[in-house]
């Protein structure tokens, strides 16, 4: 049975002749008496009869009737209820970020959303080919990949832009280069370095500055979380790269970020979402206050 079947015998039941109900319903009439007929072939006993020149309700006809009108009722309750909940700007929304990220927006994110919206925040800092399946898990995944990238896959996921942040060369603040302003790749030449796990997408960037130096860099460490790898940059055992907006100015005491002049460095941050969950009035609310955090950091250097 279809919902429109039954909608039909309904119509017919109260609106006396197949004309009538199909004037009604802007159908002809044939249309009609074609979705009756696949109605009846569902059942065993006669859903209608001929009385002259018109068609109406049989019992069992009426019965179907009725038992149709609950079940349109229930279907009107049910797309209310998924209205609701897709207006409901109350309704809780997850978000996951990959390790800088988070610690840059989720202390923001949640004083600007209070008693805007309810938030679940997760961090998770995956390879960068891993980040669209996150979506599975949660509303709203910030992201990050470099510019020459593939993009992120069409179809699975909408992709909001929220900002190009460059990268900078981390040195400590006692470094001999920690006064210089900015740095050409020459200047990095015997340097130990602190870099990000391979696979990553903040890793191939060391690539570019290896290939000016017609040789392998000294990746001495390997460290993810950005805020950990300062603690290790500041001893001056080793430079890294670092970004130039998402860092807290408080896990930069002790280290310098340096631009560097000949090889501009950057990487790009979205926030991905499977298109039906922007179908939430909850999720749009919550990726435009996301997006105007991003409009208003200020740069540093």
Partial sequence: MQLYELRILRELGERGSVAAVAEALYVTPSAVSQQLAALQRGFNTPLTRRRGRHLELTEAGWA????G????SAMADAESAVDAFLDDSLAPVSLSAFHSAG???FAPLLDASAGRARLKLSDEDVPRADFPALTLEHDIVIAHRLPHDDPWPQGRVVVTELLTEPLDVAVSAHHPLAASGSLSARD???ERWISVHEGFPLAELLAPIAVHHGQ??????RVNEFFVAATIVRTGQAIGLMPRYTMRADSLDGVVLLPLRDLPLARQIDALSRPEALHRRAVREVLAILTELCAAIPPRG
């Fill in 216 to 221: 392998p860099l000294d990746i001495a460490h």
């Fill in 64 to 67: 179907l009737a009725a038992a």
């Fill in 103 to 105: 610690l840059a927006w």
């Fill in 188 to 190: 990095l030449t015997n």
């Fill in 69 to 72: 009108t609950k079940v349109a």
